[in-house]
């Protein structure tokens, strides 16, 4: 783990200073990416998986546990006009990602624009997350589909 204990409280407290909301007890594995952070509110007791990659609108509820390489993305390229090379459309404009708290997403895992999962919800691993997850669901899969209910 680079620089040990002092690193975790470095990143944490970069974080605090960056992100739009930081709560306590967060964990901050090395790695983590996430542009500005401005736009970015993360829960108490919540980690960021090592490696993962966090940009735009995301809302992290309490007590989120997250694998490493998880990839949250708010925005994607426009694409609509064939005549024009998609590198020259632009972005779409972002839709915001709310994940709920007591969540687990695995390692891996992709949550694309304007998702919403719900409280209690478990993201498998490698999942491509392109709809949103009932409250105490689990889902899994390319696109991702319910599983079962934890309930």
């Known amino acids: 783990m680079p620089l040990g204990r002092s690193g975790h409280?470095?990143?944490?407290?970069?974080?605090?200073?960056?992100?739009?909301k930081c709560g306590k007890g967060i964990r901050v594995a090395p790695l983590v990416r996430f542009g500005a952070g401005n736009r970015i509110s993360l829960g108490e007791n919540s980690n960021l998986g090592r490696n993962c990659w966090i940009l735009g609108d995301v809302d992290i509820g309490?007590?989120?546990?997250m694998g490493p390489d998880v990839i949250i993305i708010s925005q994607?390229?426009?694409?609509?006009?064939?005549?024009?090379?998609?590198?020259?459309?632009?972005?779409?404009?972002?839709?915001p990602i709310c994940v709920g708290s007591d969540v687990w997403i695995g390692?891996?895992?992709?949550?694309?624009?304007?998702v919403h999962i719900g409280d209690h919800a478990i993201v498998g691993a490698g999942s491509v997350v392109t709809k949103n997850v009932p409250e105490s669901a689990i889902v899994g899969g390319s696109p991702a589909r319910i599983l079962k209910y934890r309930k």
């Open 76 to 95: 994607n390229h426009e694409f609509q006009d064939v005549t024009v090379p998609m590198v020259q459309q632009g972005h779409q404009p972002s839709r």
């Open 9 to 20: 409280w470095f990143r944490k407290v970069l974080v605090k200073k960056l992100f739009k």
């Open 107 to 114: 390692t891996r895992a992709i949550l694309l624009p304007g």
């Open 62 to 65: 309490d007590n989120v546990v």
